[in-house]
C-alpha cells in the first residue's frame, strides 16, 4: 500500500487557524478532490469535525483517543494511527491519503511514500504548523508553479515529493 500525504501549507508552515482553513484557493481544493475521489482518506478527529460531514465518495478513517466516538456509517474510527494502516493493509487498500491535521502529519510523516504539497505563497497567522521537509529524506520530483487569480488569492505550488 502507498501511503500518501496531502496538505496546503503556507511558507512559514501554518496549514490552520480556528480548527479551519485560512485560505480561498479553489485550485487547491480541486486538486485535492481529484487525488482523493475513490480512495480512503485518513485524519485526526479534529479534521473530521472541521469538514462537517464526510466529503463524497471517500472512505473516512478517523483517529481519535475517544473510544466511544462514533463513525458515520461507511466510515471508521481508530484509536491510533498503526491500527488504521492494519486495517487497511488487510483491505488490500491500494493508496491511503493522510489528509490532516497538524498532530496527525507529525505522527504519520514518517510512514509516508510520497508528499502532495501545495505550496502557499502567503505567511499567514495560524495555529496549526506542518513539519519541516527534512531534505535528507525526502526529494523534490516534481512542481507546477501557479499565479493568483479571481479564484485563488495567494499564488500557489504543487510540490510532489517521494522518500529517498
Ligand atoms: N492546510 C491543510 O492542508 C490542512 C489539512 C487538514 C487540516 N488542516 C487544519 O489543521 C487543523 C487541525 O489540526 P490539529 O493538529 O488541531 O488536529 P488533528 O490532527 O486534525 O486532530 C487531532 C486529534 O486526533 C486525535 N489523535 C491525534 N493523534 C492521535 C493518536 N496517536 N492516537 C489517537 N488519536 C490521536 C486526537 O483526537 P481526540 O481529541 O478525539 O482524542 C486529537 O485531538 C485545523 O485548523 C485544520 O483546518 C489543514
Known sequence: MKIILIVAKAKNQVIGKDNQLIWKLSADLKRFKNLTTGNFILM?????????????NRTHLI????????APEGHYAFLSLEDAVIFCNKLGVDKLFIIGGGEIYREALPLCDQLEITEVDAEPEGDTFFPKI??????????EEF??????????????????
Do not use: H, M
Open 44 to 56: 485526526g478527529r479534529k479534521t473530521f469535525e472541521s469538514l462537517g460531514k464526510p466529503l463524497p
Open 147 to 164: 499565479p493568483s487569480d479571481e479564484k485563488n488569492e495567494y499564488p500557489y505550488a504543487f510540490v510532489t515529493y517521494e522518500k529517498i
Open 134 to 143: 527534512d531534505s535528507d529524506q525526502w526529494k523534490e520530483v516534481g512542481r
Open 63 to 70: 483517529i481519535t483517543r475517544n473510544p466511544d466516538f462514533q
